[in-house]
């Protein structure tokens, strides 16, 4: 990891990146290798403990470039002041990596009245991206990241049920957040055509985090599974890499694995369903259509 991370070091470095979810699980080993590579940090996170631990492991590693912005992203008024935060601050942005997200076995609600997984998984991404759009395109060269799953495979999006209030299932709506990933990632891409940005999508693999562990599953079955998974080290590598590798600069449109290209569900590639997701989203966070 040590010669990617050299190599890859001549276009992350300088760079502005914020990443949400950055104070756990691939989130967090995405922020210290970016740091790492010398890139310029602001970590999303709503736990202001651990965020300001990340910051000084990072800052004692040698990069004093890195703050901490403190928001939920369930929570649509945070987000709005996360970005009026970000975008008062006057600073570039370059990578914009999304990839806070949650897994719920019981249907739950935000306090906007929202079924949880698809506002964090989903619509967090499709609002803090838009509201920072503007910045990123005075950015370019910039690059989107959107953390998504290769679960997305599994499932079709329900219009007439996208909450799960008619049936829910944990798996289920996780899979559908993760395609809604995908589909705003492709339509992102062809609005975003010739600005110089890019986005893409990333399946990081089966990987140990909390999502599992913190909806019941008992301390013995988490160790077993996570024999079996990634560490959160090496399940980030293909965000950082879309991150910061050189090589990628003018990809877009794409979902990666391992860092290679991939080919994801023919739902996702379904042009129709993605401006239809793109309306719904919008008119679920009170932004603009277009």
């Not at 276009?11 to 979810?21: A, V």
């Not at 995908?182 to 600005?195: C, P, Q, S």
């Not at 050189?246 to 080919?263: C, L, M, N």
């Not at 997701?277 to 277009?290: D, M, N, R």
Request: proline content about 2%; charged content about 20%.
């Amino acid at each position: 990891m040590a010669s990617q991370q050299t190599v890859n070091a001549s276009w992350i470095e300088g760079k502005t990146c914020l990443i949400t979810g950055a104070t756990s699980g691939i989130g967090r080993a995405a922020a210290v290798d970016l740091g790492r590579m010398g890139a310029k940090l602001v970590l999303v996170g709503r736990n202001r403990a651990l965020g300001e631990e990340l910051v000084r492991e990072i800052q004692r590693a040698g990069n004093r470039e890195v703050e901490l912005m403190v928001a939920d992203l369930e929570s649509q008024a945070q987000l709005r002041k996360l970005a009026t935060d970000f975008l008062a601050s006057g600073k570039p942005l370059h990578v914009l990596m999304n990839n806070a997200g949650v897994f719920n076995m019981k249907r739950r609600l935000t306090g906007d009245g929202l079924e949880q997984v698809f506002a964090v998984n989903h619509l967090a991404y499709f609002m803090l991206t838009m509201l920072l759009l503007d910045r990123i395109k005075e950015s370019a060269p910039a690059r989107i990241i959107n953390v998504s799953s290769d679960l997305h495979q599994r499932a079709t999006l329900n219009f007439a049920d996208l909450g799960g209030e008619r049936s829910y299932g944990g798996m289920s709506s996780y899979s559908q957040s993760k395609l809604a990933n995908i589909l705003f990632t492709y339509e992102l891409a062809r609005r975003l055509a010739g600005t110089g940005v890019t986005v893409n999508a990333v399946h990081p693999g089966a990987v140990a985090t909390n999502l599992a562990r913190n909806n019941g599953l008992t301390t013995m079955a988490w160790k077993l599974a996570g024999t079996f998974m990634k560490s959160p080290a090496t399940g980030a590598r293909t965000q950082v890499f879309l991150a910061s590798a050189p090589e990628v600069e003018g990809v877009t449109g794409k979902y990666f694995i391992d860092s290679r290209e991939a080919r994801s569900s023919a739902e996702s590639h379904d042009a129709a369903i993605a401006r239809r997701l793109w309306e719904v989203s919008a008119q679920l966070t009170g932004l603009p259509a277009t």
